[in-house]
């Protein structure tokens, strides 16, 4: 993947982010957190270190919402359209592959597989909760 900008945003693109270089990981996400939040029974992410992510309008609409430390999920006050998910533990950034129009989503592995409500047998890495250096055990299932 070429390093370049994304440009994405709410659902009625009151507001807009532009991302820039390459995500630090994508793929999806099985914990009951995620697919809450998703109203999916999967939710597709891209990790981004936070200085790629900026917010180019509608900044004065985005909404907070942490249910924990361990994330900070932002959506548009105005249309209810989710935005990105601050990770401050991991000092990440997790933008949902549907919110960036056009951007080329090669998911890597899946993880938190262990809470699944949906088998995919995609062949990708299935991690049974977080990979090691997010502090999870790092271990992989079977699909």
């Not at 029974?41 to 004065?60: D, H, S």
Request: aromatic fraction near 10%; charged fraction near 20%.
């Amino acid at each position: 993947m070429s390093e370049r900008a994304y440009v994405g945003g709410c659902f009625c693109g009151a507001i807009e982010l532009r991302i820039e270089g390459r995500p630090s990981a994508m793929g999806f996400c099985h914990c009951i957190s995620c697919r809450q939040w998703s109203g999916s029974p999967v939710n597709a992410f891209t990790l981004w270190q936070p200085i790629a992510v900026t917010i180019v309008r509608g900044a004065k609409l985005i909404g907070t919402f942490a249910r924990s430390e361990r994330s900070v999920r932002k959506w548009c006050t105005r249309c209810g359209g989710h935005l990105f998910t601050e990770h401050p533990r991991w000092g990440l950034v997790d933008v949902p592959g549907a919110v960036l129009p056009g951007f080329p989503f090669d998911p890597q592995f899946h993880m938190n597989y262990a809470e699944h409500a949906l088998r995919l047998p995609d062949g990708l890495p299935k991690m049974k909760d977080l990979p090691a250096p997010m502090g999870g055990t790092g271990q992989t299932m079977a699909e």
